[in-house]
């Protein structure tokens, strides 16, 4: 077939040796099946800005930090030098968060690298060789919905261990292996620790693998996973390893306003304080 446009200069460089057909067009990319010397991977050319339809991204990129401050102030004011850092910031965080979910043991496709708007990753494929399906694709037997459900919940708790949310997890992006449940498209993986919306997102994320998981194992639907894992994290006990139990008890002590509101104000007034002591002793 006759090679993209953005995927021309991988061949010119010797990474991709041929495009073989494409995989899929979706919100935030295209995908090709190709080979690289004698593996066959696939290419993820990511659409232009504004060309995606992916919405919201701004409460994604909540607590992203570049490591270069000229870039970051470039990207806070949102200059043409800003947007297309943010651009590649966009690209780039879904091959460091591969890296980093495969190191923590998430079952993920394992990235090569990004190269100019093109991801590089490992094709993931079924018993028989061929491109694993979607899990919206597939049915399950109760056992086998219990069984993946499991999974699934035991790599968001390692995802939230490695301190990211998915952000956008549903039966649309988890692949179905020999082996399994497979976590795919990762761009708009959030910071937990750092992004505001991180909690509603992995509620969000939880729910919606619950759901459907529950359509066959009806029994799922009253666990609360989400609830759970948060309230570890949140009070620093979450770790791999952690036994889940899908229960989760509300607490149903009303919160003391007061309290942190003066918490609040002490604290306002301590900085306040400390600000000063600073002026004088420079004054002074």
């Known amino acids: ?61 909540e607590g992203r930090k570049s490591r270069n401050s000229r870039r970051a102030r470039a990207m806070e004011k949102g200059s043409k030098f800003g947007r297309n850092e943010q651009e590649q910031a966009w690209q780039n965080a879904e091959v460091d968060a591969l ?48 069984a993946h459900h499991k999974l699934v919940m035991k790599d ?14 549903s039966e649309f992006n988890v692949l179905l292996d020999s082996t399994g449940p497979v976590i795919i498209d990762l761009p708009q993986a959030v910071d937990a620790a750092a992004n505001n919306n991180a909690k509603r997102m992995l509620e969000r994320d939880v729910n919606n693998m619950t759901h459907y998981y529950g359509q066959f194992a009806p029994e799922l639907l009253k666990t609360k996973y989400a ?15 952690s036994e889940l139990t899908g229960k989760f008890k509300e607490s149903t002590k009303a919160a003391d306003v007061e309290s942190v509101l003066a918490e609040i104000e002490a604290a306002f007034e301590e900085e306040q304080a400390r600000k000063v002591r600073i002026r004088e002793a420079v004054e002074g």
């Open 227 to 241: 609830k759970e894992m948060w309230a570890l994290f949140e009070s620093a006990k979450l770790n791999p390893e």
């Open 1 to 61: 077939m006759k090679i993209p446009k953005r995927i021309q200069p991988l061949v010119d460089e010797g990474l991709v040796d041929e495009v073989i057909r494409p995989l899929m067009s979706g919100k935030e990319a295209d995908v090709f099946v190709v080979r690289c010397g004698g593996e066959v991977r696939c290419a993820k050319i990511y659409k232009e800005a504004e060309k995606r339809s992916f919405k919201q991204a701004v409460q994604y990129r």
């Open 156 to 169: 968001v708790q390692r995802m939230l261990c490695a301190g990211l949310v998915h952000g956008d997890l």
């Open 99 to 146: 890296f980093r979910l495969a190191y923590a043991g998430v079952r993920v496709p394992q990235p090569y690298g990004c190269f100019d708007g093109v991801l590089l990753m490992e094709l993931i494929t079924d018993e028989q060789g061929f491109v694993a399906p979607r899990l919206n694709d597939v049915t399950l037997t109760p056992d086998q919905a219990l």
